[in-house]
């Protein structure tokens, strides 16, 4: 079955730098991967999506990128603020055939921007 | 910004007993689906609903769950008879229909926190 892996379950880093958190996933190609941010008790949000034929993808201070060879997705944020400090989750969909695939998330990545 | 509503916020049932799960998806969205996430566990896919019928579902999804459209708006999970394993984040989630090959992004509600004793 299809694994995620979300390297750091903890990321601490200074404000102002750049924060970048990894996922990795095991057997198939993943359609798309989607990242998501989750604050305690609440609902995942939607950030950025990037398809299996995108090697990056761009909004704001936020960078995603795919390589599909490594089986692994880097996500970025620059010049991070405290306010950025959260779960970040990954999460990849398998193609089915153009429908709109379910989606296999990894643990998450929490991340500390400490002031 | 339109948004996934869900309600209760916070549902405590007694095992065994029934509940309905509740969720407004964005209006012009056509896939609808239902994850869990068990307290400190990753998000987990329950089902997905398009067309008025299941979609796909998981290993999770078994007898005891069911969904509904039952009106233009309100997209329900329930579980028949709650044990306490099923203590857990609702949360529901919908997306707009992509081309053929195109895949589109789901939007989570704020999800229904279910308390089973």
């Known amino acids: 079955s299809q ?7 903890a990321l601490n880093i200074q404000e102002g730098k750049t924060a970048t958190l990894t996922c990795n996933y095991t057997n198939y190609s993943p359609a798309y991967l989607q990242w998501y941010r989750q604050d305690p008790g609440r609902g995942p949000v939607f950030l950025l999506l990037i398809r299996e034929n995108e090697k990056e993808k761009r909004k704001e201070r936020l960078k995603v990128t ?3 060879t490594l089986k692994q997705s880097l996500f970025h944020i620059t010049a991070s603020q405290p306010a950025d400090s959260a779960t970040y989750l990954c999460a990849l969909a ?5 429908s709109q695939g379910n989606l296999i998330f990894g643990k998450g990545t929490k991340l ?4 | 910004e339109p948004e996934v509503t869900q309600t209760p916020s916070h549902q405590v049932t007694q095992m065994g007993q029934e509940v309905i799960l509740r969720c407004v998806p964005i209006s012009n969205h056509l896939y609808f689906y239902w994850y869990r996430q068990i307290l400190g566990q990753k998000v987990e896919f329950l089902v997905s609903f398009y067309n008025n019928e ?4 998981s290993e999770i999804f078994d007898d005891q769950f069911s969904v509904e459209r039952p009106d233009g708006s309100n997209f329900t999970l329930k579980i028949r008879s709650t044990k306490l394993e099923d203590s857990a984040m609702y949360f529901c989630a919908s997306s707009e229909i992509g081309n053929s ?6 939007f989570f509600g704020p999800g229904t926190r279910l308390t089973v004793l």
């Open chain 2, 54 to 57: 299941i979609s796909e579902k």
């Open chain 1, 94 to 98: 398998l193609n089915y055939g153009g």
């Open chain 1, 3 to 9: 694994k995620i892996e979300q390297n750091s379950e």
């Open chain 1, 66 to 68: 795919f390589d599909t």
């Open chain 2, 101 to 106: 090959g195109s895949y589109n992004e789901q």
């Open chain 1, 112 to 115: 500390s921007v400490k002031p």
